[in-house]
């Protein structure tokens, strides 16, 4: 069944809300129409009003939408790339400590053998003075 359109609207008569990231016009029922750049992006010329059942053609340049990226495709490519720099970060921290680790348990056996060698000669010393 075709879809009935209540109206056909041009973008530019919508009202962009930056803090929703959508496109709205008013619906005769109170609310709004509403779509958002993604959609116009991927070809979706249907604003809908979520609280009745009127729907409008949204009229648009599909070519100014094409390249759109929402910002949770943007952040996306981001966090992969600062997941990356992250990464190499840990490598090069991790290489440091290991090495660290390594200092350590040298100078724990130095001090171990230090140890058994002072309790070695506080024993012979003990021998000593028991003849």
């Known amino acids: 069944m075709p ?23 008013p619906c005769p029922c109170g609310d709004r129409f509403e779509i958002t750049k993604s959609q116009l992006r991927d070809g979706d010329d249907v604003a809908r009003c979520p609280s009745c059942s009127l729907i409008i053609r949204v009229q648009y340049e599909w070519d100014e939408y094409e390249d759109y990226e929402t910002d949770e495709e943007e952040g996306a490519v981001e966090a992969d ?13 991790l290489s440091k400590l290991n090495l660290k680790e390594g ?12 140890v058994e060698k002072a309790e070695k000669e506080k024993a012979l010393v003990n021998e000593k003075e028991l003849e």
């Open 103 to 114: 200092e350590q348990k040298e100078s724990v056996a130095v001090r171990v053998v230090g």
């Open 81 to 93: 790339e600062e997941k990356d720099e992250s990464d190499a970060q840990l490598e090069k921290d």
């Open 3 to 25: 879809e009935t359109f209540y109206d056909e609207v041009d973008i530019e008569d919508f009202t962009w809300d930056d803090k929703l990231g959508i496109y709205h016009y």
